[in-house]
């Protein structure tokens, strides 16, 4: 009875049809499982780079502000050089 059954199933085409939609619908999951993960792994990149970003745009401007500030205290008249004697 088991052949029967099996030989059946083979020739009817909605069984064949529901198998088909049945292994495409778990490769559709199998993928959407690996994209979130992915996406996650993305986002958690994306925050650290971020932060990264800002702490370096932190760094910058304090290096910014001690430049202008040195150079409010030795005066932009020293440092700049007269032309050389040949000029």
Same mark, same amino acid.
Do not use: C, W
């Given at each position: 009875?088991?052949?029967?059954?099996?030989?059946?199933?083979?020739?009817?085409?909605?069984?064949?049809?529901? %198998?088909?939609?049945?292994? +495409?619908?778990? *490769?559709?999951? !199998?993928?959407?499982?690996?994209?979130? &993960? =992915?996406?996650?792994?993305?986002?958690?990149?994306?925050?650290?780079?971020?932060?990264?970003?800002?702490?370096?745009?932190?760094?910058? %401007?304090?290096?910014?502000? +001690?430049?202008? *500030?040195?150079? !409010?205290?030795?005066?932009?008249?020293? &440092? =700049?050089?007269?032309?050389?004697?040949?000029?």
């Amino acid at each position: 009875m088991a052949n029967a059954e099996i030989t059946l199933s083979t020739h009817n085409p909605n069984v064949n049809h529901v %198998q088909q939609l049945e292994e +495409r619908v778990d *490769d559709l999951e !199998s993928r959407n499982v690996f994209q979130d &993960d =992915v996406i996650d792994q993305l986002s958690v990149e994306l925050a650290a780079h971020q932060q990264e970003i800002a702490d370096l745009k932190h760094q910058l %401007q304090l290096i910014a502000n +001690r430049l202008k *500030d040195s150079g !409010s205290l030795s005066g932009d008249a020293e &440092d =700049v050089e007269p032309p050389p004697p040949h000029y």
